[in-house]
């Protein structure tokens, strides 16, 4: 089993937030298993996180690892707030959107995903820049 998780991980990098369940129809070996995993990423789907604890976990992340520069100029971000479930969506206000590279937004979800429990779906990051 842990080979051929290794395989699929190797294959669907764009999946790794998704569970992997190993059952049997045959056998009915851990068919137990799935309704709650079904039910466990619904909720995740569905999750709500409130601005204030979002914006101090992102806050907390930044001091982890500062955001990225691009000729002198440093991202910053304003604020985060949730827009969306379903799946849930992040809009960062930031002074430039250009300067949030790719990289920094996975560190971004993944710092999310290890905070909150978003096992099982998809994380949508927006960045947009603060009106003045």
């Known amino acids: ?20 369940l190993f059952v049997s129809a045959k056998t009915k070996q851990r068919l137990h298993t799935v309704l709650p ?3 466990k990423v ?8 409130p601005t204030n604890v979002l914006n101090d976990m992102i806050m ?41 590279h790719f990289s920094y937004e996975r560190f971004l979800e993944n710092r999310l995903r290890d905070t909150f429990e978003f096992e099982g779906t998809p994380i949508k990051i927006i960045a947009r820049k603060k009106n003045s």
């Open 60 to 100: 907390d992340a930044v001091a982890m690892n500062p955001t990225p520069t691009d000729k002198g100029r440093r991202l910053r971000i304003n604020y985060v707030t949730q827009v969306a479930v379903q799946p849930p969506t992040f809009v960062f206000f930031v002074n430039e959107p250009e300067l949030m």
């Open 1 to 20: 089993m842990q080979n051929f998780t290794r395989k699929l991980r190797d294959e669907l990098l764009f999946l790794t937030y998704a569970p992997i």
């Open 42 to 49: 619904s909720e995740n789907h569905h999750l709500r996180v």
């Open 37 to 39: 995993m079904v039910r």
